[in-house]
């Protein structure tokens, strides 16, 4: 079974930086794509990012291209988000989640419990 | 970007009632829509992929039908653990993009 934990999450100034880790286990996690998605408090869901298994290809939403970047090492079994220039709206629960069937094309099945950053002077 | 529309907002039901809750997007997802269930303070679980496939564990009272603009899931008798806010995602074009939600509560 497969489970994914985050962690990096705290309070942060604006325009300061923030590094989330999720640490994957239960099957090899170069073997599957994953996600980075938040959810503002009170808010809905909010995709922000995708990497795939071999780190060849990579998505972000508007929202935080340029500012945030992905990154995974699969020795480590880890995926990054490296969130700069932090903003107020970036304050969140931020999510880890991998993609079902090992594609894009059918959601996400795990998902972590998340951290929460907070973007405030 | 592709928008998707939740309606209803809110849905007032009881207990052993049938739920419907649509999601229209903005332009043609063919059938790479999946469907979530949130309860407050948990992470959201993957209930429907690719419009009408039920994920692991998902019980057989969980149906999605729908392809290209329109989606609807259907819970065909509300159970007390079903109460919760359903969110709609398109998985076909970058950026994925997911509905407002729709939240099922009590009557």
């Known amino acids: 079974e497969v489970q994914l934990v985050e962690s990096g999450g705290g309070l942060v100034q604006p325009g300061g930086s923030l590094r989330l880790s999720c640490a994957a286990s239960?099957?090899?996690?170069?073997?599957?794509?994953i996600n980075w998605v938040r959810q503002a408090p009170g808010k809905g869901l909010e995709w922000i990012s995708y990497?795939?298994?071999?780190?060849?290809?990579?998505h972000y939403a508007e929202s935080v291209r340029g500012r945030f970047t992905i990154s995974r090492d699969n020795a480590k079994n880890s995926l990054y988000l490296q969130m700069n220039s932090l903003r107020a709206e970036d304050t969140a629960i931020y999510y880890c989640?991998?993609?079902?069937?090992?594609?894009?094309?059918?959601?996400?099945?795990?998902w972590g419990q998340g951290t929460t950053v907070t973007v405030s002077s | 970007d592709i928008v998707l529309t939740q309606s209803p907002a809110t849905l007032s039901l009881s207990p052993g009632e049938r739920a419907t809750l649509s999601c229209r997007a903005s332009?043609?997802?063919?059938?790479?829509l999946a469907w979530y269930q949130q309860k407050p303070g948990q992470a959201p679980r993957l209930l429907i992929y690719?419009?009408?496939n039920r994920a692991t564990g998902i019980p057989a009272r969980f149906s999605g039908s729908g392809s290209g603009t329109d989606f609807t899931l259907t819970i065909s008798s509300l159970e007390p653990e079903d109460f919760a806010v359903y969110y709609c995602?398109?998985?076909?074009?970058?950026?994925?993009?997911f509905g407002p939600g729709t939240k099922v509560d009590i009557k």
């Open positions: 989640a991998r993609n079902s069937l090992g594609t894009y094309y059918y959601g996400m099945d795990v």
């Open positions: 239960g099957i090899p996690f170069s073997t599957f794509s």
């Open positions: 990497i795939s298994g071999s780190s060849g290809t990579i």
């Open positions: 332009q043609s997802v063919s059938s790479y």
């Open positions: 690719d419009a009408s």
């Open positions: 995602q398109q998985c076909s074009n970058w950026p994925q993009t």
